[in-house]
């Protein structure tokens, strides 16, 4: 059976917490650099695990700085020699604040060659608008579109696995809008509900597509047990012809000490339009300062 999906989305935004650590010497013969850039890995996973637990939104519109904003990176590297290979990555993010408008576009592309041959040809991006009526009512505009260039190509692994072009998805997008509302923003506890329609669409490898109307509902709950403690539930629900998703991400964030901070979640990913309808993580993940 054809596996279909969408991707849930929600009007969240993170603060990434950066760790700024001191690199290890450089040598790449005996692989220092090779470790070092492994360990700004394993950070990086760790910061983006813990920021998954903030919400610049949470108490409301955001006192953020009216006009235009951004940031961008961009990454190359060539290879020649006993293997040729290139890699590029491209990240954007653009911020626009007009009073009560808040709209946030970011996207990814990540292109990789070896050999001659294309190895990754992907595109993601996705937009958030966010109009606040008052304190506690907002309407919310999202469209997301993600591609893969390589998803009208069968590797040696999936002939074996059975899979054909028609279970690659090529395109993935999504649009949808709706209300929002505020329904308890203390500052102890806050919960932002908000559901509305929307319009997925979906083109796989072998050149069929699927256009589809779908629901989309979200919450956000946040609940503080004491300065150090502090729990999240997000869930994100979607349903539409080809089938019924739901995502929910409980997490439990504890500072120990000034510099320790650990953060316990569970992620459950439902999607009934799979043999195995249901997918659990759990997921631990600490930061140390000394």
Do not use: C
Not at 45 to 53: H, I, K, L, T
Not at 208 to 218: D, N, R
Request: cysteine-free.
């Amino acid at each position: 059976m054809r596996m279909k999906y969408v991707k849930l989305l929600a009007s969240a935004s993170t603060l990434v917490v950066a760790l700024a650590t001191p690199s290890l010497a450089q040598d790449g013969i005996v692989g220092i650099d090779a470790l070092d850039d492994r360990i700004d890995d394993i950070e990086q996973d760790v910061n983006e695990d813990m920021a998954r637990a903030e919400d610049a939104s949470r108490f409301g519109n955001p006192d953020q700085r009216q006009g235009f904003s951004g940031s961008a990176a961009l990454g190359y590297s060539g290879k020649t020699g006993n293997n040729d290979s290139q890699d590029f990555s491209l990240g954007l993010r653009l911020h626009n604040v007009s009073g009560a408008f808040v709209q946030t576009l970011g996207a990814a592309i990540d292109f990789s060659e070896s050999e001659g041959s294309s190895t990754k040809e992907d595109i993601f991006a996705v937009y958030d608008g966010n109009y606040y009526f008052n304190d506690r009512f907002y309407g919310f505009v999202l469209g997301r579109v993600q591609m893969d260039g390589l998803a009208d190509q069968l590797t040696a692994q999936e002939m074996a696995d059975g899979l054909t072009l028609g279970d690659k998805v090529k395109r993935d997008a999504f649009l949808g809008v709706g209300p929002g509302y505020r329904v308890v923003n203390t500052p102890d506890m806050t919960w932002r509900v908000q559901a509305g329609l929307g319009v997925s669409y979906l083109e796989y490898g072998d050149n069929s597509s699927t256009t589809e109307a779908a629901a989309i509902a979200s919450s956000r709950l946040y609940y503080k047990f004491s300065d150090t403690v502090f729990l999240t539930n997000d869930t994100d629900l979607l349903n539409s012809d080809s089938a019924f998703r739901a995502n929910n991400d409980l997490g439990v964030n504890f500072k120990i000490t000034d510099a320790i901070s650990t953060r316990v979640s569970y992620l459950t990913e439902y999607n009934d339009s799979r043999a195995i309808k249901t997918d659990n993580k759990l997921g631990v993940s600490m930061v140390f300062g000394f």
